[in-house]
């Protein structure tokens, strides 16, 4: 059974950081593509990042891009999101994901399992 948490949120002022981490058990993690969604009060879920299991491919969305950066570390079974800069539109429920579509326009969707419960970023201006 896929385990996925996520940890790291908070509260931040514009223009700070925040890191979130995300630990994934009951998969072989160095072999599944990872991702981050969000979704703010009132929006659909959308894209953040995505990165393939071998770390080859990594694509942001384009409202992120620069300032938010996607890794992972395969011994700890962790994929992490940098966030610099952040922006009171930032604010949203962030959730880790396995096996992820890697590009934003992709119409893939995850099964319910692959998903964490989410953690709260709030930026404040």
């Not at 908070?10 to 981050?36: H, I, K, P, Y």
């Not at 894209?47 to 300032?67: D, L, T």
């Not at 953690?119 to 404040?124: D, G, K, M, N, R």
Request: charge should be neutral; glycine fraction near 10%; include cysteine.
């Amino acid at each position: 059974q896929v385990q996925v948490a996520e940890s790291g949120g908070g509260l931040v002022q514009a223009g700070g950081s925040l890191r979130l981490s995300c630990e994934v058990s009951g998969r072989t993690f160095n072999r599944d593509d990872m991702g981050w969604y969000r979704q703010a009060p009132g929006k659909k879920r959308e894209f953040v990042a995505a990165m393939s299991w071998s770390g080859s491919i990594i694509n942001y969305h384009g409202n992120v891009k620069g300032r938010f950066t996607i890794s992972r570390d395969n011994a700890k079974n962790t994929v992490y999101l940098q966030m610099n800069n952040l922006k009171p539109e930032d604010t949203a429920i962030y959730f880790c994901v396995v096996d992820p579509p890697l590009t934003p326009d992709s119409t893939y969707i995850p099964s319910d399992e692959l998903w964490g419960q989410g953690t709260q970023v709030t930026v404040s201006s």
